[in-house]
Protein backbone atom coordinates (compact mmCIF):
# COMPACT_ATOMS: atom_id res chain seq x y z
CA UNK A 1 0.00 0.00 0.00
CA UNK A 2 1.75 3.09 -0.88
CA UNK A 3 0.59 6.37 -0.70
CA UNK A 4 -0.32 8.66 -3.74
CA UNK A 5 0.31 12.30 -3.83
CA UNK A 6 -3.51 12.29 -5.44
CA UNK A 7 -4.78 11.78 -2.18
CA UNK A 8 -7.02 14.89 -0.78
CA UNK A 9 -4.67 16.93 1.39
CA UNK A 10 -7.87 17.05 4.17
CA UNK A 11 -8.16 13.71 4.25
CA UNK A 12 -8.87 10.93 7.57
CA UNK A 13 -5.51 10.36 8.18
CA UNK A 14 -5.20 6.75 9.72
CA UNK A 15 -2.23 4.53 11.10
CA UNK A 16 -1.58 0.60 11.57
CA UNK A 17 1.25 -0.39 12.97
CA UNK A 18 2.20 -4.19 12.47
CA UNK A 19 4.21 -6.06 15.66
CA UNK A 20 5.98 -9.30 14.53
CA UNK A 21 7.60 -10.38 17.35
CA UNK A 22 11.29 -11.93 17.08
CA UNK A 23 12.06 -11.09 12.87
CA UNK A 24 15.57 -11.57 12.55
CA UNK A 25 16.53 -8.94 9.81
CA UNK A 26 19.08 -11.04 7.94
CA UNK A 27 16.55 -14.41 7.93
CA UNK A 28 13.55 -11.70 7.04
CA UNK A 29 15.82 -10.73 3.91
CA UNK A 30 16.49 -14.12 2.93
CA UNK A 31 13.11 -14.95 3.07
CA UNK A 32 10.02 -14.15 0.46
CA UNK A 33 8.21 -11.48 1.63
CA UNK A 34 6.42 -9.38 -0.85
CA UNK A 35 4.40 -7.28 1.13
CA UNK A 36 7.08 -6.16 3.30
CA UNK A 37 8.80 -5.50 0.29
CA UNK A 38 6.54 -3.67 -1.31
CA UNK A 39 5.81 -1.24 2.29
CA UNK A 40 9.51 -0.49 2.00
CA UNK A 41 9.68 -0.05 -1.58
CA UNK A 42 7.41 2.77 -1.26
CA UNK A 43 8.58 4.30 1.48
CA UNK A 44 11.70 3.33 3.74
CA UNK A 45 13.14 0.27 5.36
CA UNK A 46 15.61 0.82 8.62
CA UNK A 47 17.33 -1.07 10.76
CA UNK A 48 18.60 -0.24 14.34
CA UNK A 49 19.63 -1.51 17.54
CA UNK A 50 17.60 -2.24 20.58
CA UNK A 51 17.64 0.98 22.81
CA UNK A 52 20.11 0.20 25.57
CA UNK A 53 19.89 -0.15 29.19
CA UNK A 54 17.63 -3.07 29.37
CA UNK A 55 17.59 -6.79 27.91
CA UNK A 56 16.50 -7.88 24.30
CA UNK A 57 13.42 -8.87 25.07
CA UNK A 58 9.56 -8.14 23.82
CA UNK A 59 8.30 -6.36 27.42
CA UNK A 60 10.72 -3.51 27.12
CA UNK A 61 10.72 -3.08 23.49
CA UNK A 62 6.53 -3.13 22.81
CA UNK A 63 6.70 -1.11 25.83
CA UNK A 64 8.89 1.41 24.29
CA UNK A 65 7.12 1.02 21.03
CA UNK A 66 3.41 1.70 22.73
CA UNK A 67 4.74 5.03 24.87
CA UNK A 68 7.76 6.59 23.31
CA UNK A 69 9.77 6.93 26.08
CA UNK A 70 12.76 4.63 27.22
CA UNK A 71 12.55 1.53 29.61
CA UNK A 72 13.94 3.88 32.38
CA UNK A 73 11.18 5.74 31.97
CA UNK A 74 8.05 3.82 31.00
CA UNK A 75 9.57 1.30 33.62
CA UNK A 76 9.50 -2.28 31.73
CA UNK A 77 12.81 -3.79 31.61
CA UNK A 78 11.70 -7.43 31.16
CA UNK A 79 7.94 -9.37 30.05
CA UNK A 80 6.65 -8.44 34.08
CA UNK A 81 4.57 -5.83 33.34
CA UNK A 82 4.36 -4.69 37.07
CA UNK A 83 6.40 -1.70 36.89
CA UNK A 84 4.83 -0.02 34.16
CA UNK A 85 4.40 3.48 35.01
CA UNK A 86 1.41 3.93 32.69
CA UNK A 87 0.29 7.58 34.50
CA UNK A 88 3.59 9.53 34.17
CA UNK A 89 4.21 7.98 30.22
CA UNK A 90 0.43 6.38 29.14
CA UNK A 91 0.08 4.80 25.81
CA UNK A 92 -0.31 6.24 22.18
CA UNK A 93 -3.55 5.21 22.17
CA UNK A 94 -4.53 6.91 25.48
CA UNK A 95 -2.57 9.82 24.34
CA UNK A 96 -5.21 10.10 21.17
CA UNK A 97 -8.00 9.68 23.29
CA UNK A 98 -6.77 12.29 25.36
CA UNK A 99 -6.83 14.74 22.50
CA UNK A 100 -9.83 13.01 20.68
CA UNK A 101 -12.13 10.94 22.46
CA UNK A 102 -13.94 9.98 20.10
CA UNK A 103 -11.03 8.63 17.76
CA UNK A 104 -11.48 4.65 17.70
CA UNK A 105 -8.29 2.47 18.60
CA UNK A 106 -7.63 -1.41 17.69
CA UNK A 107 -5.54 -3.95 19.69
CA UNK A 108 -5.36 -7.21 18.08
CA UNK A 109 -2.50 -9.68 19.49
CA UNK A 110 -2.65 -13.04 21.38
CA UNK A 111 0.11 -11.93 23.97
CA UNK A 112 -2.20 -11.24 27.10
CA UNK A 113 0.41 -8.64 28.78
CA UNK A 114 -1.00 -6.47 25.26
CA UNK A 115 -4.87 -6.44 26.28
CA UNK A 116 -4.95 -8.02 29.68
CA UNK A 117 -3.99 -7.33 33.70
CA UNK A 118 -1.90 -10.81 33.24
CA UNK A 119 2.33 -9.71 34.51
CA UNK A 120 0.82 -6.14 35.09
CA UNK A 121 -0.68 -5.72 31.74
CA UNK A 122 -2.43 -4.43 29.67
CA UNK A 123 0.03 -2.43 28.25
CA UNK A 124 -2.64 -0.29 25.93
CA UNK A 125 -5.09 0.92 28.82
CA UNK A 126 -7.73 2.92 26.01
CA UNK A 127 -8.57 1.02 23.07
CA UNK A 128 -11.95 1.50 21.72
CA UNK A 129 -11.94 -2.22 20.29
CA UNK A 130 -9.38 -5.00 21.71
CA UNK A 131 -9.29 -8.72 20.03
CA UNK A 132 -7.28 -10.88 22.02
CA UNK A 133 -6.63 -14.27 20.37
CA UNK A 134 -6.77 -17.93 22.25
CA UNK A 135 -3.97 -18.23 24.71
CA UNK A 136 -4.12 -21.78 24.46
CA UNK A 137 -3.72 -22.04 21.02
CA UNK A 138 -0.15 -22.53 18.91
CA UNK A 139 0.71 -19.01 18.05
CA UNK A 140 0.38 -19.70 14.36
CA UNK A 141 -3.55 -20.49 15.37
CA UNK A 142 -3.72 -17.54 17.61
CA UNK A 143 -2.26 -15.35 14.91
CA UNK A 144 -4.79 -16.34 11.84
CA UNK A 145 -7.48 -15.04 14.69
CA UNK A 146 -5.86 -12.00 14.60
CA UNK A 147 -5.17 -11.47 11.10
CA UNK A 148 -9.04 -12.30 10.62
CA UNK A 149 -10.22 -9.97 13.32
CA UNK A 150 -8.09 -7.37 12.02
CA UNK A 151 -9.38 -7.80 8.24
CA UNK A 152 -12.64 -7.42 9.58
CA UNK A 153 -12.35 -4.52 11.71
CA UNK A 154 -9.86 -2.35 9.42
CA UNK A 155 -11.75 -3.20 6.24
CA UNK A 156 -14.55 -1.24 7.65
CA UNK A 157 -15.03 0.44 10.95
CA UNK A 158 -14.12 4.26 11.28
CA UNK A 159 -10.51 3.16 13.25
CA UNK A 160 -7.77 6.05 13.76
CA UNK A 161 -5.11 3.82 14.98
CA UNK A 162 -4.22 -0.06 14.90
CA UNK A 163 -1.59 -2.22 16.43
CA UNK A 164 -1.93 -5.35 15.09
CA UNK A 165 0.83 -8.44 16.99
CA UNK A 166 1.77 -11.44 15.07
CA UNK A 167 4.03 -13.90 17.28
CA UNK A 168 4.22 -16.77 15.04
CA UNK A 169 8.17 -16.43 14.07
CA UNK A 170 9.25 -15.33 17.47
CA UNK A 171 7.44 -18.97 19.15
CA UNK A 172 9.31 -20.83 16.46
CA UNK A 173 12.64 -19.87 16.33
CA UNK A 174 12.49 -20.45 20.76
CA UNK A 175 11.60 -24.10 19.42
CA UNK A 176 13.50 -24.82 16.32
CA UNK A 177 16.26 -22.08 15.96
CA UNK A 178 16.49 -19.58 13.15
CA UNK A 179 15.96 -22.28 9.98
CA UNK A 180 13.97 -23.01 7.49
CA UNK A 181 10.84 -23.23 9.95
CA UNK A 182 11.53 -19.63 10.92
CA UNK A 183 11.87 -18.75 7.83
CA UNK A 184 8.65 -19.74 6.47
CA UNK A 185 7.02 -18.17 9.53
CA UNK A 186 8.29 -15.28 8.64
CA UNK A 187 6.65 -15.46 4.72
CA UNK A 188 3.60 -16.96 6.58
CA UNK A 189 3.33 -13.49 8.64
CA UNK A 190 4.06 -11.76 5.61
CA UNK A 191 0.91 -12.53 3.89
CA UNK A 192 -0.73 -12.34 7.41
CA UNK A 193 -0.11 -8.52 6.74
CA UNK A 194 -1.02 -9.13 3.38
CA UNK A 195 -4.69 -10.10 4.41
CA UNK A 196 -5.07 -6.98 6.59
CA UNK A 197 -3.44 -4.67 3.99
CA UNK A 198 -5.82 -6.08 1.27
CA UNK A 199 -8.88 -5.46 3.39
CA UNK A 200 -7.75 -2.14 3.90
CA UNK A 201 -7.52 -1.49 0.81
CA UNK A 202 -11.02 -2.79 0.13
CA UNK A 203 -12.52 -0.02 2.53
CA UNK A 204 -15.58 1.73 0.65
CA UNK A 205 -13.98 5.20 1.14
CA UNK A 206 -10.29 4.49 0.76
CA UNK A 207 -10.35 7.48 -1.76
CA UNK A 208 -11.10 9.98 1.28
CA UNK A 209 -8.55 8.59 3.47
CA UNK A 210 -4.60 8.72 3.93
CA UNK A 211 -3.27 5.76 5.57
CA UNK A 212 0.20 5.20 7.19
CA UNK A 213 1.59 1.69 7.56
CA UNK A 214 4.78 0.40 9.63
CA UNK A 215 5.90 -2.83 10.45
CA UNK A 216 8.65 -3.55 12.66
CA UNK A 217 10.29 -5.33 14.99
CA UNK A 218 10.85 -5.97 18.60
CA UNK A 219 14.51 -8.18 18.64
CA UNK A 220 16.05 -10.56 16.92
CA UNK A 221 17.31 -14.38 17.53
CA UNK A 222 20.42 -16.18 17.99
CA UNK A 223 21.27 -19.08 15.71
CA UNK A 224 19.82 -21.83 17.96
CA UNK A 225 16.82 -19.46 19.13
CA UNK A 226 16.76 -17.28 22.31
CA UNK A 227 16.92 -13.83 23.34
CA UNK A 228 16.56 -11.88 26.09
CA UNK A 229 21.31 -10.92 26.44
CA UNK A 230 21.57 -7.40 27.76
CA UNK A 231 21.52 -5.42 25.08
CA UNK A 232 25.18 -4.84 25.66
CA UNK A 233 26.61 -8.17 25.71
CA UNK A 234 23.88 -9.37 23.09
CA UNK A 235 25.19 -10.32 19.48
CA UNK A 236 24.01 -8.13 16.51
CA UNK A 237 21.38 -10.74 15.33
CA UNK A 238 20.03 -10.62 18.64
CA UNK A 239 19.80 -7.00 19.58
CA UNK A 240 19.42 -5.58 15.56
CA UNK A 241 15.86 -4.75 14.89
CA UNK A 242 13.81 -3.33 11.57
CA UNK A 243 11.12 -1.29 10.11
CA UNK A 244 9.23 -0.98 6.71
CA UNK A 245 6.53 2.00 6.25
CA UNK A 246 5.26 3.89 3.92
CA UNK A 247 2.89 6.86 3.79
CA UNK A 248 2.84 10.42 3.30
CA UNK A 249 5.81 11.43 5.28
CA UNK A 250 7.53 8.37 4.46
CA UNK A 251 9.55 9.27 1.27
CA UNK A 252 12.29 11.37 2.93
CA UNK A 253 12.96 8.67 6.12
CA UNK A 254 16.11 9.90 8.56
CA UNK A 255 18.53 7.32 8.92
CA UNK A 256 18.75 6.63 12.67
CA UNK A 257 15.80 5.44 14.29
CA UNK A 258 14.17 3.60 17.32
CA UNK A 259 11.57 1.84 19.05
CA UNK A 260 10.24 5.00 20.88
CA UNK A 261 10.36 6.84 16.91
CA UNK A 262 7.41 4.52 16.08
CA UNK A 263 5.11 6.21 18.45
CA UNK A 264 5.93 10.14 17.43
CA UNK A 265 4.82 8.12 13.58
CA UNK A 266 1.84 6.48 14.97
CA UNK A 267 0.42 9.80 16.15
CA UNK A 268 0.87 11.72 13.53
CA UNK A 269 0.20 9.16 11.18
CA UNK A 270 -3.86 9.85 13.08
CA UNK A 271 -3.18 13.34 12.69
CA UNK A 272 -2.48 14.33 16.33
CA UNK A 273 0.30 17.21 16.81
CA UNK A 274 2.61 16.24 19.40
CA UNK A 275 2.46 17.71 22.24
CA UNK A 276 6.10 19.26 24.00
CA UNK A 277 4.79 18.44 27.62
CA UNK A 278 4.76 15.01 26.88
CA UNK A 279 8.15 14.88 26.79
CA UNK A 280 8.91 11.64 24.51
CA UNK A 281 11.91 10.39 23.93
CA UNK A 282 10.78 9.48 20.22
CA UNK A 283 10.73 11.63 17.37
CA UNK A 284 9.47 11.10 13.71
CA UNK A 285 11.54 9.66 11.16
CA UNK A 286 9.67 10.75 8.51
CA UNK A 287 10.06 13.93 6.20
CA UNK A 288 10.14 17.04 8.79
CA UNK A 289 10.59 14.85 11.76
CA UNK A 290 7.95 15.95 14.24
CA UNK A 291 6.27 18.23 12.02
Known sequence: MGYSAGKPANGTKRVVVFALDGVRVDVLRQAR????????????????????????????????????????????????????????WPDIFTRLAQVDARARTYVGGGWAPLLRDDCGGPLFRHVWRGFMADVSAEAGTRDDQVMKDAGAVLGQDDVRAAFVYFEDPDAVAHSLGTGVPYREAIESTDRRVGYVLDAVRARP????????????????????????????????????????ATGPRMGGCRRRVSHADVAVEVLLGAGVEVRGEWALDGRGFGRNGNA
Open 33 to 88: TPVIDELASNGCFLTFDFDGGTRAISGPGWSTVATGVVPARHGVIDNDFSSYRFDE
Open 205 to 244: RLQDEIWTVIALTDHGHRDGGGHGSPVAEAPEVERRCWLA
